[in-house]
């Protein structure tokens, strides 16, 4: 099994990180058959705080057939997220993924790429819910049915709403490419239990 990880300029390290740990802990140590291929736009993606990420693929060269989940960090604003998590080749990725109802999963504002790409349109999902809500405004704004809660699975969809939730997006996702025994194997091995 192979999970795209995709990473638009600015994501979050921690959420970036909990998929490598995660899926290479069940990899590694549990031999479960998960690889994670990194993808951007370019070859280097700076993220939140500048630090540079060499990444496998670049998003011309993925094949969505080689895949079987996406999996996005969320990012800052401020470190030009949006520049990268709206464009439309991104959006377009994001819709093969859903129309051959492989797993999409992301954390924090990733969320509003899903919305964006159309979706998300009268399904539910969630999004970052702190300082007044507006990210979950912002996605409401794309036809969501926004649910204040951790973590939102709808269908092939996994949804959360802030940097908190990004360890149990990552068993989430293990648990969808794996079962839920495996998954508790890895999460228990982790301290996480």
């Given at each position: 099994?192979?999970v ?6 600015g994501?979050e390290?921690?959420?970036?990180s909990?998929f490598v740990?995660?899926l290479g ?34 998003i011309?060269?993925?094949n969505?057939?080689?895949y079987?989940a996406l ?12 520049e990268?998590?709206?464009?439309e080749?991104?959006?377009d990725?994001i819709r ?18 899903l ?21 979950q405004?912002?996605?409401?704004q ?7 809660s ?15 939730t990004?360890?149990?997006v ?13 998954m ?7 301290g996480?239990?």
């Amino acid at each position: 099994m192979k999970v795209l990880l995709f990473l638009a300029k600015g994501f979050e390290t921690m959420e970036f990180s909990v998929f490598v740990d995660i899926l290479g802990w069940a990899r590694n140590d549990y031999h479960y058959d998960i690889d994670v291929i990194t993808c951007g736009f370019s070859k280097t993606v700076s993220s939140t705080f500048n630090v540079p990420v060499i990444v496998d693929r670049l998003i011309d060269g993925i094949n969505v057939d080689d895949y079987d989940a996406l999996a996005i960090p969320g990012g800052f604003e401020e470190f030009g997220f949006y520049e990268e998590a709206y464009n439309e080749k991104l959006l377009d990725l994001i819709r093969k993924f859903d129309k051959m109802r492989k797993t999409i999963a992301t954390i924090c504002v990733a969320a509003l790429a899903l919305g964006k790409s159309g979706i998300l349109k009268d399904r539910n999902a969630t999004t970052y819910h702190l300082r007044g809500g507006y990210r979950q405004k912002q996605l409401a704004q794309f036809g969501v049915n926004v649910v204040n809660s951790p973590i939102v699975v709808d269908d092939n969809v996994i949804t959360s709403y802030c940097p908190e939730t990004a360890s149990e997006v990552a068993f989430k996702l293990l648990e969808r490419l794996t079962s839920t025994e495996q998954m508790q194997v890895v999460k228990e091995a982790m301290g996480f239990c």
